[in-house]
Nanobody, 123 residues
Framework: QVQLVESGGGLVQAGGSLRLSCAAS????????MGWFRQSPGKEREFVAA????????YYADSVKGRFTISRDNAKNMVYLQMNSLKPEDTAVYYC????????????????WGQGTQVTVSS
């Protein structure tokens, strides 16, 4: 079965950096777009970034554009989210997801999800 496992979350001060990783298995990884989403308590899950199968096309939420970078290594079945210049409002559980059936920014269209990794940014 498809499994997505995130890692790399933690506690960081504002202005710091973290790199999230997502290991995928049980699917032909290079066939699928991958997305990162986040969710804070009491808020709806929101789009962060996505990357097409080849890695040549990426998408970002306006709130993270210029600070976050999504990338993938199809040989390793890995997708990454490099997060720089972190802000307290970036605090959330971050999820990777795959198999989008439509618009890559819409979490409703993703079929497979990881368990999430907590990112906490202190001010």
């Amino acid at each position: 079965q498809v499994q997505l496992v995130e890692s790399g979350g933690g506690l960081v001060q504002a202005g710091g950096s973290l790199r999230l990783s997502c290991a995928a298995s049980g699917l032909t990884f290079s066939d699928y777009a991958m997305g990162w989403f986040r969710q804070s308590p009491g808020k709806e899950r929101e789009f962060v970034a996505a990357i097409r199968w080849s890695g040549g096309i990426t998408y970002y939420a306006d709130s993270v554009k210029g600070r976050f970078t999504i990338s993938r290594d199809n040989a390793k079945n890995m997708v990454y989210l490099q997060m720089n210049s972190l802000k307290p409002e970036d605090t959330a559980v971050y999820y990777c997801a795959t198999d989008p059936t439509g618009y890559v920014r819409d979490y409703h269209g993703y079929k497979y999800w990881g368990q999430g990794t907590q990112v906490t940014v202190s001010s």
